[in-house]
Nanobody
């Protein structure tokens, strides 16, 4: 069993910054790509940022230049640094990892963490 444990969500003012973390825990697993998604009320879940095992990154157009995804492979952790936040960034943010364990490959989702941008 592998679980993704998220932290770092909360309330922040427009223009502020927030850093999300997501650590994978368990045994006998390996991680390929990792990603962050978000879902606002009444909207579909969307990809925010992704990072490959080699460090190649991709971002949604709406967050380019403001958000940065990174990973620490030794800690099995992915981060999302969010700068210049605006109210449109308000959503539940979910981390996702492509994980292989016991020969089985699957995507694993975190529980989600609320990010609220408000004055």
């Amino acid at each position: 069993q592998v679980q993704l444990v998220e932290s770092g969500g909360g309330l922040v003012q427009p223009g502020g910054s927030l850093r999300l973390s997501c650590a994978a825990s368990g045994s006998r697993f390996s991680i390929n790509a990792m990603a962050w998604y978000r879902q606002a009320p009444g909207k579909q879940r969307e990809l925010v940022a992704a990072i490959s095992s080699g460090g190649i990154t991709n971002y949604a157009d709406s967050v380019k230049g403001r958000f940065a995804i990174s990973r620490d492979n030794a800690k099995n952790t992915v981060y999302l640094q969010m700068n210049s936040l605006n109210v449109e960034d308000t959503a539940v943010y979910y981390c996702n990892s492509d994980i292989t364990r016991l020969g089985i490959r699957r995507n694993v989702w975190g529980q989600g963490t609320q990010v609220t941008v408000s004055s």
